[in-house]
């Protein structure tokens, strides 16, 4: 990027690693330097938290809104009815409107960790079913459907690659490029909306509402992508052996949370300390340039930050504590993810794999099976030989420590 920008905002996105592409980088830096821009990202509620494939996204509308701007989280209280088929193998499952709104409800508790609703320049919440739900079909047809080239839209690669694949795309789909290009074109005429950012892989839905609103209303406004982040090792950011890394603490525990940034590969540290905390830039890359053992400490340093931002200083402190007492002393940390049994599930006595299994550490009975066979399994520190131990309630009269390799750990009490 030999761009040089003038306005903090576009700054910060060049130098941390942020930005993929806009659509007019001299337009929008003009626009930034000159007063407060109101910009956008779009969350559709899928499920009750967001996870951490979309903190990019969520650390852009924060430096948006530390540089002088106004973030606009819009929920997708409408479009999440139709679902974004971009870059997807099949539709998603359609969700019911009380679904949606208790969706929007957990996903509301994630922004306000990291945005300021109650600012001078406040990050405004807005949800498209305001516009969306009371649409006339031919109104609507006339009046947004006639701007859309069904060429064009055949051409975007987040339809092309469902149809090169042979792979159904419903008329319902089709219409959520649609959808999303009227959002922009309504923040823009309610809220004087001037930008809509979001990962690379919304191009072509960006694009859509800035031609549209400039054919409607004759505006100019801009679009600017974050790249589509995958670990080193090429894993989809978001994800682990485990399944997501939500965002909120009732789906995910602040130990479990911070212990996915502790695992960091030592090649993505850099990276992701410029990306995901606020420490200064050369700090980040002096942390980031650490060698062997002494990369830990940028890792630990990652995990606490990151966590600081979504869970609190105390709670990120409290994370390092417990894992410093289960890693360097072996000893059973206070907030562990833990497994709470029943008298009534231990009568007959439960499988050490069961245990696994429950607890989370493994997926399935062979999965825990495979993992005890490949002396991968503790309990209490002491190696499990045998998958078919059977544990009864005498032995969980005290907290039980299960480990799955070197880093994954969960306690077993009894209720």
């Known amino acids: 990027m030999t761009y040089h920008p003038k306005s903090d905002f576009m700054r910060v996105m060049i130098e941390r690693g942020f930005l993929a592409d806009c659509t007019d980088y001299q337009g929008l830096d003009e626009a930034l330097a000159k007063g407060v821009v109101p910009a956008y990202i779009g969350f559709d509620a899928t499920a009750k938290s967001l996870h951490v494939g979309s903190l990019i996204q969520i650390m852009m509308l924060r430096w948006l809104q530390k540089t002088g701007h106004q973030p606009i989280t819009l929920m997708g209280g409408g479009t999440t009815k139709v679902g974004d088929p971009s870059f997807r193998a099949e539709e998603r499952p359609l969700l019911t409107p009380a679904q949606i709104d208790d969706n929007i409800e957990g996903i509301r508790r994630v922004f306000a960790k990291y945005l300021d609703y109650g600012a001078e320049t406040p990050a405004l919440m807005l949800n498209n079913a305001e516009w969306l739900d009371g649409l006339n079909y031919l109104d609507f047809l006339r009046d947004i459907g006639r701007h859309f080239s069904v060429n064009r839209m055949l051409s975007f690669e987040s339809v092309k690659s469902r149809l090169d694949r042979e792979q159904s795309l419903s008329f319902l789909e089709f219409n959520y490029m649609i959808l999303q290009a009227y959002d922009f074109l309504e923040l823009n005429r309610r809220y004087g909306c001037l930008l809509q950012m979001g990962g690379s892989d919304q191009w072509g839905n960006i694009v859509n509402g800035i031609d549209l609103t400039r054919r409607v209303l004759d505006h100019e406004i801009y679009g600017l992508t974050s ?180 880093k994954r750990h969960a306690l077993v009490v009894l209720d």
């Open 227 to 406: 790249p589509l982040l995958t670990t080193s090792d090429g894993k989809k950011m978001g994800k682990s052996q485990s399944g997501a890394i939500w965002l909120n603490e009732d789906m995910l525990s602040p130990y479990e949370f911070w212990q996915f940034w502790r695992n960091t590969t030592d090649a993505d540290v850099g990276r992701f300390l410029k990306l995901y905390t606020e420490l200064d830039l050369a700090e980040c890359e002096r942390l980031g340039a650490l060698q062997g053992s002494e990369i830990n400490q940028a890792k630990v340093v990652l995990a606490n930050e990151v966590t600081a931002l979504c869970h609190g200083r105390a709670t990120a402190e409290a994370a390092e504590a417990t894992a410093r007492e289960v890693f360097e002393k072996g000893g059973v940390g206070d907030d562990l993810p833990t497994l709470t049994l029943s008298a009534a599930d231990v009568a007959d006595g439960i499988s050490v794999a069961q245990l696994f299994v429950r607890s989370g550490l493994s997926k399935s009975g062979k999965d825990a099976k495979r993992l005890i066979a490949e002396g991968g399994a503790r309990l209490n520190d002491d190696l499990v030989m045998d998958a078919g131990q059977m544990i009864g309630a005498g032995e969980l009269a005290e907290p039980v420590k299960l480990t799955a390799g070197r």
